[in-house]
């Protein structure tokens, strides 16, 4: 996919005076910023960057693949030139971890962006906050998550429920072929809402259905983001050739129509016991400053906390759903097992429960498997070095930037032999018990885990048990089976495809319903 692929161009006078504005402005600004000079064991770079632009254009369109080939040329570490700026590619596990656990106090944090610049969010909320305000939004944030039930029996009873309405909707599709995309983000949004504002909505509510575009826009244009980051200039040009005004337009969406609302919402109920994130997150923080508390809690925070975690619970789970119900049209056999499986251990009478995990090896090895072989976070946040340190003969200096290459692992060749091959086998023993490789880290590792991995684990369990065990899954025409290809955004999601789904209940059997 070329850089400029299914962008809307404005009109022709504006691209001539845009390109003549662009090159004299990159041109001013790439003398502004030098590559340093390099120690003599700075990890190579895998080709020559490029004037100007250094190897930023060379990942345009498909970078799994390119990372992949600059893995094989130039090995598990290697440099790379963003317009002058350091950046060190970590690939393989036990580098991976080597850099992001056993040095994580020489880069624990992620760079400023172009987005936290333009949003006034430097240093706000959980994604790309930094030092002493990230630890303390990662730990109110993760306690105020386990009051409501995060890694609970409580938490997994709601998801069940959602569950029921989701595999309800498709239900009522009568086995025609229908994109499940909106309802699945959807009905995954509804989760992360009813703890965050305490309620889940409808799935035709307008309100709700205008933030879950924002999501999905910012997503879609998130993959600008490093060209914007390292071209700032490139935002204020006329048009929006590089998306970035309608990049910000959602994410200021996001901010003001629902964050900053449910905020004002929360604030004039007052509870004395707080039923939400939103609430008890207010409260927190007014407790700390009666109490002449030393704290960074505040509303700004507060504001870019919601949308971490929306926009990281909801396009990233939805997406793994939508990948397994992709891999299962092209594995029927597997399906079937799965259902048979379900079937055996907990019938179909009533739904999976969490409590069922531990009879469903070969369920849980599909979901894993999903992960694994989908990758939909191919990198891990950035980390900024902060004091230079070595590791495996390099040199990491002050000032340069981690990007850790998740793909990288789950695509190991030398840890799964046939790493592009869609095989849940890989993760049963021969006796048919669940193994968990220590190289499995689709959530990352280190201080930056996701926050949410418990939640999304619980989510992706309940949620595929339960589309298996109502239905079987058939392509839109038979025979015709939807291509396994990516879009690119902040995450890998699938391409649009139609998928039917048939109800396994016949004449006489019993069904279950919300």
Same mark, same amino acid.
């Given at each position: 996919m070329?850089?400029?692929?299914?962008?809307?161009f404005?009109?022709?006078?504006w691209?001539l005076?845009?390109?003549?504005?662009?090159l004299s402005?990159?041109w +001013?600004?790439?003398?502004?910023?030098?590559?340093t000079?390099?120690?003599s064991n700075?990890?190579p770079?895998?080709?020559?960057p490029?004037?100007?632009?250094?190897h930023?254009l060379?990942l345009?369109?498909d970078?799994r693949?390119?990372m992949r080939?600059w893995?094989?040329?130039?090995?598990d570490i290697?440099?790379l030139?963003f317009?002058g700026?350091h950046?060190?590619?970590?690939?393989?596990?036990?580098?991976?971890k080597d850099?992001?656990v056993?040095?994580?106090?020489h880069?624990?944090?992620?760079p400023p962006?172009?987005?936290?610049?333009?949003?006034n969010e430097?240093?706000?909320?959980?994604?790309?906050?930094?030092g002493?305000? +990230?630890?303390?939004?990662r730990?109110?944030?993760?306690s105020i998550l386990?009051?409501?039930g995060?890694g609970?029996?409580v938490?997994?009873?709601r998801?069940q429920?959602?569950?029921s309405?989701?595999t309800d909707?498709?239900a009522?599709?009568?086995?025609?072929?229908v994109?499940?995309r909106l309802?699945t983000?959807?009905?995954?949004?509804?989760?992360i809402c009813?703890?965050?504002v305490g309620?889940r909505?409808?799935?035709?509510?307008?309100?709700?259905?205008q933030?879950i575009g924002?999501?999905?826009?910012a997503?879609?244009?998130?993959? +600008?983001?490093?060209l914007?980051?390292f071209f700032?200039?490139l935002?204020?040009l006329p048009g929006d050739?590089?998306y970035?005004?309608?990049l910000?337009?959602s994410f200021t969406?996001i901010n003001?129509?629902f964050?900053q609302?449910?905020?004002?919402?929360a604030?004039?109920?007052?509870?004395?016991?707080p039923?939400n994130f939103?609430a008890?997150y207010l409260?927190k923080?007014s407790?700390?400053?009666?109490?002449?508390?030393?704290?960074?809690?505040d509303?700004a925070?507060?504001?870019?906390?919601?949308?971490?975690?929306?926009?990281?619970?909801?396009?990233t789970t939805s997406?793994?759903?939508l +990948?397994?119900l992709?891999?299962?049209?092209?594995h029927?056999?597997?399906?079937?097992r799965?259902?048979?499986e379900?079937?055996?251990?907990?019938?179909?009478d009533?739904?999976?429960?969490?409590?069922d995990?531990p009879?469903?090896?070969?369920?849980?090895a599909?979901?894993?498997?999903?992960?694994?072989?989908?990758?939909i976070t191919?990198f891990?946040?950035?980390?900024?070095v902060?004091?230079t340190?070595?590791?495996?003969?390099f040199?990491?200096?002050?000032g340069?930037?981690?990007?850790?290459n998740i793909d990288s692992i789950?695509?190991?060749?030398r840890v799964w032999?046939?790493?592009?091959?869609?095989?849940?086998?890989?993760?049963?023993d021969?006796?048919g018990?669940?193994?968990?490789p220590?190289q499995?880290?689709?959530?990352?590792?280190?201080?930056r885990?996701?926050?949410g991995?418990?939640?999304?684990?619980m989510?992706l369990f309940l949620?595929?048990?339960?589309i298996l065990?109502?239905?079987?899954?058939?392509?839109?025409?038979?025979?015709e089976?939807?291509?396994l290809k990516?879009?690119?955004?902040?995450i890998?999601?699938?391409?649009?495809?139609?998928i039917?789904?048939?109800?396994?209940c016949?004449d006489?059997?019993?069904?279950f319903?919300?």
């Amino acid at each position: 996919m070329d850089l400029l692929d299914n962008v809307d161009f404005p009109e022709i006078h504006w691209i001539l005076v845009s390109s003549v504005v662009v090159l004299s402005s990159v041109w +001013w600004m790439a003398g502004r910023q030098k590559m340093t000079s390099k120690p003599s064991n700075f990890p190579p770079y895998p080709e020559p960057p490029s004037f100007i632009f250094g190897h930023l254009l060379k990942l345009a369109g498909d970078s799994r693949q390119t990372m992949r080939k600059w893995r094989q040329k130039s090995g598990d570490i290697y440099s790379l030139d963003f317009r002058g700026k350091h950046y060190i590619v970590i690939n393989g596990y036990d580098k991976f971890k080597d850099v992001l656990v056993h040095h994580a106090d020489h880069v624990p944090d992620a760079p400023p962006s172009f987005l936290t610049r333009i949003l006034n969010e430097d240093n706000k909320g959980i994604a790309e906050s930094r030092g002493d305000n +990230w630890k303390e939004q990662r730990k109110v944030s993760l306690s105020i998550l386990r009051e409501f039930g995060l890694g609970k029996n409580v938490l997994a009873e709601r998801i069940q429920k959602e569950v029921s309405i989701y595999t309800d909707t498709l239900a009522g599709y009568n086995g025609c072929p229908v994109d499940v995309r909106l309802p699945t983000t959807v009905s995954i949004s509804n989760i992360i809402c009813a703890i965050v504002v305490g309620r889940r909505f409808e799935y035709d509510d307008p309100d709700f259905l205008q933030l879950i575009g924002h999501m999905t826009n910012a997503a879609k244009y998130f993959i +600008w983001l490093p060209l914007l980051t390292f071209f700032p200039f490139l935002y204020y040009l006329p048009g929006d050739l590089f998306y970035g005004k309608r990049l910000v337009s959602s994410f200021t969406e996001i901010n003001s129509s629902f964050s900053q609302a449910h905020i004002h919402l929360a604030k004039s109920r007052r509870q004395a016991a707080p039923d939400n994130f939103i609430a008890a997150y207010l409260d927190k923080m007014s407790r700390k400053l009666q109490g002449q508390e030393q704290t960074l809690m505040d509303e700004a925070n507060l504001v870019a906390v919601i949308r971490n975690l929306f926009i990281a619970g909801t396009d990233t789970t939805s997406a793994i759903i939508l +990948w397994c119900l992709l891999y299962m049209l092209h594995h029927p056999d597997i399906q079937e097992r799965v259902y048979l499986e379900i079937r055996s251990q907990v019938g179909e009478d009533r739904p999976v429960s969490i409590h069922d995990k531990p009879r469903l090896p070969l369920l849980n090895a599909v979901v894993m498997e999903t992960q694994r072989h989908s990758s939909i976070t191919p990198f891990a946040t950035p980390r900024e070095v902060i004091t230079t340190f070595e590791s495996h003969g390099f040199t990491f200096p002050k000032g340069s930037v981690v990007l850790p290459n998740i793909d990288s692992i789950l695509h190991d060749e030398r840890v799964w032999h046939d790493p592009h091959r869609f095989r849940p086998e890989r993760f049963l023993d021969q006796h048919g018990h669940l193994l968990q490789p220590e190289q499995f880290i689709p959530f990352s590792i280190g201080r930056r885990v996701c926050l949410g991995e418990s939640l999304a684990k619980m989510e992706l369990f309940l949620f595929i048990a339960g589309i298996l065990q109502r239905f079987k899954l058939e392509p839109e025409v038979e025979g015709e089976l939807p291509p396994l290809k990516e879009v690119y955004g902040a995450i890998c999601s699938p391409q649009d495809f139609r998928i039917r789904f048939v109800a396994r209940c016949q004449d006489g059997d019993v069904a279950f319903h919300a």
